[in-house]
């Protein structure tokens, strides 16, 4: 004679149900957008190498997991103090641009973790700024080199953070806090620079208004010059008969012959 099988009660379905589901969401992890992961095999050597793990629900055993790494670009703001050429205390805030690169993240878990920008980036920031600052004056820091510190430690960290399996993307100095000494003597050099300046050009705009003077004078002599030179009695004399006739052939002009100059011209009076 066959038993019949006995059968679930609703309770121990529903128990089942639950602990199925819970297993079911415990063996994935979710990806957000810009991140990518690193599976660890729990019992099966560890990090698996070689294999990024994209965006989106990612399904794996419940006793192995994903590690999931940020592969967009982030930014952190630095604090930092360092002294310069000759000895003066500057404050920098500084913000590093930076992410991982992505198709090395296995590799970058494996060497350094998650806290990749704390066991990294911050103490190559910190040490790299302090030795590249040294070089310069609280000046150049403050107000002339800015851009070209800033640039020598882009190219400083790069170098650094290469083999780190890290990018930096870019270095901008946000503020320089100088001491209230320096910071006053500093601008007043500035400002003492720009008043030569100005003067300068006020002095070069008044030597080239001389100059055009001192040409254009020139000009004017030189037109004289040659102007005095063409005269002579002679031709004042004939021009002043070619005035006579031309007066005396006009319609309007009524002729009135006073008497004559020493040199013969007449003195001519009248017209309508």
């Known amino acids: 004679m066959k038993h019949p099988e006995p059968k679930l009660s609703n309770p121990i379905r529903l128990m089942v149900l639950i602990v199925g589901l819970s297993i079911m969401g415990g063996c994935g992890t979710q990806v957000p957008a810009g991140h990518h992961g690193v599976k660890y095999l729990r019992f099966s050597g560890g990090t698996q190498l070689g294999q990024i793990y994209g965006e989106g629900f990612q399904w794996h055993l419940v006793w192995n997991s994903i590690n999931v790494y940020q592969t967009r670009i982030a930014e952190r703001k630095e604090d930092l103090t360092v002294l310069s050429s000759d000895g003066a205390t500057i404050q ?110 006020i002095l070069d705009r008044e030597r080239q208004e001389a100059e055009r003077k001192r040409v254009e004078a020139q000009g004017i002599a030189d037109f004289q010059k040659i102007v005095s030179s063409g005269l002579n009695p002679m031709l004042l004399q004939w021009k002043g008969i070619e005035a006579t006739e031309k007066l005396a052939t006009s319609p309007n002009t009524k002729i009135v012959v006073v008497g004559n100059t020493k040199d013969g011209l007449p003195l001519i009076l009248g017209g309508q």
């Open 92 to 201: 920098l805030e500084v913000s590093i641009i930076f992410r991982p690169v992505t198709e090395y993240i296995d590799s970058l878990h494996v060497t350094v973790g998650p806290d990749y920008y704390d066991v990294i980036i911050a103490p190559t920031l910190r040490g790299e700024a302090r030795r590249i600052a040294g070089r310069y004056t609280p000046e150049e820091i403050y107000a002339t080199q800015r851009d070209t510190i800033a640039h020598d430690l882009l190219v400083a960290l790069k170098e650094e953070l290469t083999d780190q399996f890290i990018t930096i993307e870019n270095v901008i100095f946000r503020n320089v806090g100088l001491p209230t000494r320096i910071s006053e003597a500093i601008n007043e050099k500035l400002a003492a620079d720009q008043d030569a300046q100005r003067m300068k050009f």
